[in-house]
Structures are given as C-alpha cells and as structure tokens.
C-alpha cells in the first residue's frame, strides 16, 4: 500500500480501539466495586444481549482468520474446523448452559465445589482453567501479530512482536478498567461488526461468481493446485493413518472442548437466571451458525481470487488470507476501495482479537482471584480484595500471554485454539459432567478428573510435532518429538474421564448424599441459585 493509503488504513484501524477505550471508561466510572459486578456484570444482561456477547466471545480470530486461512489452503479439512465448533454447541445448550448457571456464581471450580471440600477441588479447576484461558490468548495473540503487520505493510517479526505486545497491553486496560460489563458490551459491538463485515464480504465474493457457488468452488480447486482433491477430505488429514488420527483427535477436542472453556461459562452467570441462560445459548446458535456458514464461502473465495500461493507468501499459516481478499474485492493494494475494505476487515478483525482476549484474561484473573487466591491464602493474613487480586491477576496473565505469543507467531490461529479446546475437553468437561451428573463422585475424583486430564494433554502437546521434530515446530532445530499426533485429545480426553472414575472408585471418602441431592434439585429448579 502507498503511504496515503497506509495512513487511512490506520485511522480506521484506531478509530475501533478509540471506541472500545471509551467503553471501557465509561463503565469504569460507572461500576460498583463488589465482585458481581467485576466478575458477573451485576447479572444485568438480557438474553439478546448475553447471545451476542457469547457470540463475540466464541467468534475468534480463530474462526474468523485461521479457519478461512486453513480453508483456502486445504479445501475440504479446512472447513471441517467450522463444523466442528459449531457442533460443540449443541454439547452445551443440551448438557451444561441451564445447570451451571444454577450451581456456580463465578467460575467453574463454584460448580465442582458445590459438593466437595472447597479447597483442593478450587486449587486444581482454577489451575485448569488459568491453562486453557492462556493457551487460547495465545491464539489471539499470534492473531494479532500477523494482523497488524499486515497492516503496517512488514511482514518481520519486529511489526509482529510489537502487535502482540500491544493488544496484551489493551487487554490488561480492558479487564482492568471494566471488568465484565466493558468486556461485555465489547463484545456485542464486535459480534454486530463482524456479523457486517462477513455478510459484506460473503455478498462481494458471491457477485464476483455470480451467485454460482459451483463456479466457486471449481475456481478455488483448480487455482490451488491440487485440482479435485482439494474439494475432498484428504488434503491435510488424509495422507496416512497418523493424520486420519489426528484428525479424529480434533474433531474430539472441538466438539467437546467448548463446553469446558473458562471464558464461556462465565457468561452464563451474566444472566438472572438458568431460562435466560439457555435462550443466550439459541442466540448464539443462531448468530454463530451463520458466521461458519460464511467463512466457507471466505476460504473458498481467498482461494479462487487471491490464490494459495499469494496466502502463503503473505502468512505461512494462512492467518492473513481474509484480509488479502478484502484487498482483491475493493480493487486491489493500490486502490481506495482495497484498501478502505481491507482497512474495515482488519479493524474488524482486531476488534475480534481485542474482545475475546478481554473475555479470556476476565475468566482467567477470576481464576486466580475467586479460586486459587481464596483457597491458598495463609489464615491470619489480611485478607485483600478479591477484585484487586484479580485485577492484578490480569496483569500477570497478560505477560505471560504475550510472551508466549511471541514465541508462537509462526503458527495458525485455528490450529492453536483446537490445542486450548483438547485441553479443555480433557480437564474441564469430565469434571463438570461428573460433578452434575454422577452421584458416586467425591473430592478426589474431581482432582484427579482435572490432573489426569490436564498433565497428559499438556505433556502430550511438548512431546508432539507442534513442539519439535518438523520445520513448523516451534523449535525446527531440535527432536524431542515422542507423540506423533498434533492434537492430543484422543488420548487425553478419555483419559480423564477415566482418572476421575479412577479417584472415585479408590477415594476412601463417601459421597455426600446430601449435598448431591441439593445439587441435583438446584441445578434442574434454579431454587437457591445466586
């Protein structure tokens, strides 16, 4: 881009960060200091507004960058991501949206608590959930880097870390600011623009083909060179049984990881009640669904007009190609069109980074603050505030998840939220299933259901291709590559579930029938539900 061009790139780029600063500002003037309102946004929000903000939560960078980036250049396993997390909610409006907003208050570990001793169940779900909330900021991160050095017109690593080190630091201001209700409303004015901005680009690609969707597709195959085979599985997931594994192993962790997020439970206590709750969840059905519906048609359509080569060569992992067919449908880099179209996706796109990570870092500080701060400080001490904790909590959070975006900035997007949803699907969901669900589990059931999931799946990751072994690892140079599969949820998702039936049927602890029982009628009425 020409340098007048670059700079109005900028001044839409800015203007959306400006806003969502107001947001946060005016919220923070507005707030009352107690926990609820930090963590919870008092329960103020409608079911309208929670689906939006649950939508804006869930549509990542991920979906938005990294699925289209895979699509175009892997076709038909591209596209299976898109399926995958679209799948998962039906996991969570049929099996946990109505009964964890009935037994929690803030976080996951409230619902594991409910019925056993507070502290070791506290200390291992807020250590689960701190991991995967930053497993997943990581993916935001690397999200950001490629963005904004698209953007400045460098493809280095410097415009990259600078990116990542920026939005890090807008996080922290979000969270700290604001708390849940800036977050939320954040949210909602990123689902409303990427809603926009996807249906504009779905119709702009649409009209090049004329309304022929065949036409696109064969343009897409016959442009990525692999001709048939890039509409048929295969291309990424086909070439031998270790990949057909893997792929297994994915669509396991996206079906079942998003209903053990962190991020994603909490906007269940948002709400005033279980019903409100649910009808959230049909929102968001709704307004996700046809999201992935149209970044088929975005993959597809980077791979017919922009072409796999031009994606490759802008971003190795894909992560820049809906921004380069932005570019391309305005009128190309040097253009006005292109590049105020592709100046609205990028903002658009950032304004999806900045959102989900202020929802990550929000889940991940509650973590620390309501769960591992309450059950590990010493009796005696001066007890500080939760919110405080938290808010400090945020700055920690945030370092560690720049630094570990730096360090990931080569990877896709999507690639690195499926790791996040294996780790949740492995750690979080058998807890929480057996918790509302099985009558028989105690204390050290839930701890070993989070630990037996959690190490593996984390091990499992170091000792995979991802780590090491191959020229797209983190680490090309070294070998400690023992795990052949690039996601470990086959392995680390039963494993458990198995580990938590293991604990149980060990655990010389019996089972409060009592408390089980309050659990049960809670969860199923609402009557005592905060």
């Not at 009352?32 to 507004?49: D, I, T």
């Not at 049929?94 to 996951?108: D, H, I, M």
């Not at 991802?466 to 052949?484: I, K, M, N, R, T």
């Amino acid at each position: 881009m020409t340098d007048r061009h670059q700079t109005l790139a900028l001044l839409l780029f800015s203007g959306f960060v400006a806003v969502t600063l107001g947001i946060t500002t005016w919220v923070s003037r507005n707030r009352r200091g107690s926990a609820e309102e930090f963590y919870a946004g008092g329960r103020l929000f409608s079911p309208m507004e929670n689906g939006f903000a649950i939508a804006g939560d869930y549509m990542s960078a991920a979906s938005f960058l990294g699925i289209s980036g895979l699509i175009a250049l892997f076709g038909y396993d591209g596209l299976l991501y898109s399926v995958g997390f679209l799948v998962a909610w039906l996991v969570v409006l049929f099996l946990v949206a109505e009964l964890v907003r009935n037994c929690g208050r803030f976080t996951l570990a409230d619902v594991v608590a409910a019925r056993m001793r507070e502290r070791p169940v506290r200390i291992a779900a807020g250590t689960s959930s701190i991991t995967v909330s930053v497993l997943y900021l990581v993916a935001q991160m690397v999200g950001a880097g490629s963005l904004v050095a698209l953007l400045l017109g460098r493809t280095g690593g410097a415009a990259q870390a600078w990116a990542v080190i920026g939005v890090g630091a807008l996080m922290v201001i979000y969270v700290s600011l604001g708390g849940m209700r800036a977050t939320t409303w954040i949210q909602i004015v990123k689902a409303v623009l990427l809603l926009g901005g996807t249906i504009a680009l779905t119709v702009l690609v649409m009209m090049r083909f004329h309304g022929d969707f065949d036409r696109l597709l064969l343009t897409a195959a016959e442009r990525s060179g692999h001709g048939a085979a890039f509409l048929a599985p295969g291309l990424r997931y086909g070439g031998d049984w270790t990949a057909r594994f893997d792929f297994i192993s994915l669509g396991l962790a996206l079906v079942l990881g998003t209903a053990g997020l962190p991020h994603i439970l909490s906007r269940f206590y948002t709400v005033p009640t279980a019903q409100a709750a649910r009808r959230s969840v049909v929102w968001s059905i709704g307004l996700i669904g046809g999201f992935y519906l149209m970044t088929i048609v975005l993959g597809f359509g980077a791979a017919a007009i922009v072409g796999p080569d031009a994606v490759r060569g802008s971003n190795a992992a894909g992560n820049t190609a809906v921004p380069l067919l932005a570019l391309d449908l305005g009128g190309g880099a040097d253009s006005t069109g292109g590049t105020v179209l592709f100046s609205i996706v990028a903002a658009v796109a950032f304004a999806t980074i900045l959102a989900v990570v202020a929802g990550c870092t929000l889940a991940a500080s509650a973590s620390v603050a309501h769960d591992l701060y309450a059950s590990l400080r010493r009796a005696g001490t001066e007890p500080r505030s939760e919110v405080a904790v938290a808010r400090m909590a945020a700055v920690g959070v945030g370092g560690v998840a720049i630094a570990l975006g730096l360090l990931a900035r080569d990877l896709n997007v999507a690639f690195l939220v499926g790791l996040a949803f294996a780790v949740a699907a492995s750690a979080n969901l058998p807890v929480l299933l057996y918790s509302l669900f099985w009558r028989g589990f105690t204390t050290r059931g839930a701890v070993w259901a989070v630990y037996g999931g959690l190490i593996p799946a984390v091990v499992l990751v170091l000792l995979s291709p991802v780590v090491s072994g191959s020229p797209e690892s983190l680490f090309p140079a070294v070998d400690f590559q023992y795990f052949p599969l690039e996601n470990p949820g086959l392995v680390s998702i039963p494993l458990g579930f198995v580990a938590g039936w293991l604990g149980t049927v060990t655990s010389a602890e019996a089972p409060d029938e009592a408390k089980h029982a309050e659990t049960e009628v809670r969860s199923l009425t609402g009557a005592g539900a905060v």
